[in-house]
Every structure is written in C-alpha cells, then in structure tokens.
C-alpha cells in the first residue's frame, strides 16, 4: 500500500512536470525478514470476538485432502490402518518426546511457583492483562466489563503462577480411536484435563489416575467406521502383561512424582540458576509439543478458547461465542495450533521493576515478550534470541517529559 502511494504521487509530479518515463513499484527496495525470528515485531492485537481464527492449513488443502480420502475409501472399503496414531498405536519416536513435555510442564510449574515470591505479577481485576512488576503499568489496554467509564484503564491485584501461563482443559479419551467423540451426555461422567496433559498421555504416557488403552495390533477401517477384530486378543495380551508386570512404556520412563524429582528446589539455589532453569523448561516444553502435534491432531473451537485432542472434536453445546445460536451450541472445530494448547500471555517488557510504571503515551517505544520469559529475565536468565528483538532492548524510550518533543 506504502508502495502504491510513492508510485502514484511521483506519477503526479511526472505528469505536471510533463516527463514521459514511468516508475515502477519494483524499483523500491523494501526491508522484509520473512521467518527470521531476529526481527520479530510485536504480536497482533486481540481479534474481535466475531471473527472466526484463521485457518492453519487453507481450506483448499483440505477440500482437496478430504476428496482425496472419499476416493481412497470408495477403492478400498476395507483396509487395514498402517500408520500410528491413527491405527490407534502409539507412534515409537514419540514416546520419549510425550515423557520429556510431561517433566517439562512440572519442572516449569515449579519453578514459576518459586519465582513468584521474588518477582512480583500483577494482573488486571476486569481483563486478561498482566503485569510484572511491583506496580501496573498505566497503558489504557483494558476492555473488561465497563472499560470506558474508566478510560481503559487497568486496575491491578497481585496475580499468581496461572496468571503467567495456562493450559486449556479438554475432556480425557480412554480410547481415542474407538470412541473419539463424547457426547453431550457424557460431559459429566467423563474428566477435563488440561490439553497438553492430554496430548502427552495419547502420545505415551501412562497415568494411573487417567487411565488409557493400548493396543498391539493395527484396526482395521470399514467405509470411514473403525473396527477393532483384535479387541479379544488385545484383552488377553493385556492380562498377560499385567500377570507378568513386563508394561515397556511405564519400566522405560516413568511418571511418579518420586522418579521425576519434580520436588521443591533447593534452597541454596540461587534465583540466576532458577530462573534458567524455568525458561529452558518452557522452551523444552513448547518444542515438544510442537512435534507431538505433527501426528497427533489437536482441534480447537473457530470463536472460542475450547480445545479437544483426538481424531475429531466432541459434540458437548457448550459454545457460548458468536453465531453459537446457528450451531445450537456446539463448537465450530478446526485445526489447532500451538498456541491454543500453550497459552503465551504477552506482557510489556519492563526493564527496571522499581522505575516508574509505563506511560500510555509512550507505548509505542515499548517492546513485549511472553510472560514466562518476561518473569526469567528480571530473575536473572540470559534473553533468549527470538525475543530480543520483540522487547526492543535495542530501543530507548524518552522521559514522560519529552514526549512532545520526539517525532
């Protein structure tokens, strides 16, 4: 657009001056870093509330993926499901991946609970805003209830650990590919873990307080209807392995708290050390789930927060967003993204946690980053590079009395 209002005013002043020659819009050369992580700028504002998510994947892609499954099954009515996790097997390289985003997660809840009583967080009373540092920040950002009466100004109270990062919850499968729906009946009877726990316990991980089935033989897929001829043999296979104790997955890496040293740090641990810690916990976190969720799908709601991990996406009316009255309350499913399982609350980078809080009419000199690296950083961890550049360290801001003399 910037280009197109050069070119149109210097064709103007071509046409006044009576000149002849054309400028075209590839003779100006603009900057672009297109997936370079150094020049990251800040993350979009929020979208309206009756905008639908954009799409991962585009819609051709899977028009064209879905005709070419209807061909596939018109071929062949019957087959027998080869590739895991949709043969209802766990995929083998995942096993460890799944484990290590489980540690990951505790390690990280544990540190954030420590780093909590040395750094303060502060979070907004009406919004999702938060804050770290010992005083709000005075950026007027705040759409809660009866915003305008106040300005959009925030007003804060201490905040906690869930505050920095959530985890949205979905209800537990303990088969995901017999039953990978529930129903709206159901909703009671069946428990809503948080997503990533979910995703960690399809994809290998074995808890005794949400139990999960595994099978030793591929199922088999009827024009589009799983069925499972082993179910039998898995039963007896199952009983067996009990009989004997030989369960690979929880003899290789197991999940009780004892083993994982998921405990209380040390005290003489420094804050430095802990905070190092937390952030490459969360990186380790977010790379896992990243590629658990190459082969496991993941479906997230079009206007709302609501997340379900499994082959599709439940049938509970319990959507309350824009157009919920067209669907009658269920949720519109589409892929999900990292980002709807990990939730990256963005926060303004503070540099000095006692200066004075930040001005509204200089927000625009003022960088971001997500909230756990945010609270790493002033604990005393090294800034990671991809987000150097969305805090703008390189970047400083004027004093609250020279904001009328800077462009």
């Not at 938060?130 to 915003?147: A, D, F, L, M």
């Not at 082959?311 to 949720?331: F, I, T």
């Not at 550049?389 to 800077?406: G, K, N, Y």
């Amino acid at each position: 657009m910037l280009a197109r209002r050069i070119l149109a005013s210097f064709r103007n002043i071509d046409r006044r001056l009576g000149r002849s020659y054309s400028i075209a819009a590839a003779d100006f050369e603009f900057p672009t870093y297109p997936d370079n992580p150094h020049y990251e700028d800040l993350p979009r504002p929020s979208r309206s509330k009756s905008e639908r998510k954009p799409y991962p994947t585009p819609m051709k892609v899977l028009i064209r993926k879905a005709k070419e499954e209807r061909e596939a099954r018109k071929l062949q009515p019957c087959r027998m499901l080869e590739k895991p996790p949709d043969n209802g097997l766990l995929v083998p390289q995942l096993i460890p991946v799944s484990h290590r985003v489980y540690r990951a997660r505790e390690s990280l809840l544990k540190g954030l609970s420590e780093l909590q009583q040395f750094i303060p967080i502060q979070r907004c009373r009406f919004c999702s805003e938060v804050h770290i540092g010992h005083v709000g920040h005075e950026i007027r950002t705040c759409s809660g209830p009866k915003s305008g009466f106040r300005n959009a100004t925030h007003v804060w109270r201490k905040g906690g650990v869930h505050d920095v990062v959530s985890f949205p919850k979905c209800f537990h499968l303990y088969d995901r590919v017999g039953k990978p729906r529930v129903g709206h009946d159901e909703r009671r009877r069946i428990p809503r873990i948080p997503a990533i726990l979910e995703l960690c316990i399809q994809s290998g991980v074995d808890l005794q307080k949400y139990p999960s089935k595994r099978r030793s033989k591929p199922v088999y897929s009827i024009e589009g209807r799983i069925i499972d001829f082993d179910e039998v043999a898995a039963q007896a296979d199952g009983m067996e392995e009990e009989e004997t104790g030989s369960n690979a997955p929880q003899d290789c890496f197991s999940s009780s708290a004892e083993e994982l040293d998921i405990s209380h740090p040390d005290s003489a641990k420094s804050l430095k050390e802990l905070s190092n810690e937390t952030l490459d916990s969360w990186f380790e976190m977010v790379r896992g789930v990243k590629q658990i969720m190459e082969s496991y799908m993941v479906w997230t709601c079009g206007y709302c927060s609501e997340v379900q991990v499994g082959p599709k996406g439940h049938k509970v009316r319990m959507c309350k967003a824009s157009k919920h009255q067209s669907r009658n309350g269920l949720h519109a499913w589409q892929e999900a993204t990292m980002y709807d399982v990990i939730n990256h609350n963005y926060v303004w980078h503070v540099k000095d946690l006692k200066g004075l809080p930040l001005d509204n009419n200089l927000k625009r000199y003022y960088g971001k980053a997500p909230a756990v690296v945010e609270l790493c950083v002033h604990g005393g961890a090294s800034v990671p590079e991809e987000f150097r550049s969305m805090m703008r360290l390189d970047v400083i801001p004027p004093d609250r009395d020279e904001v009328d003399l800077v462009a």
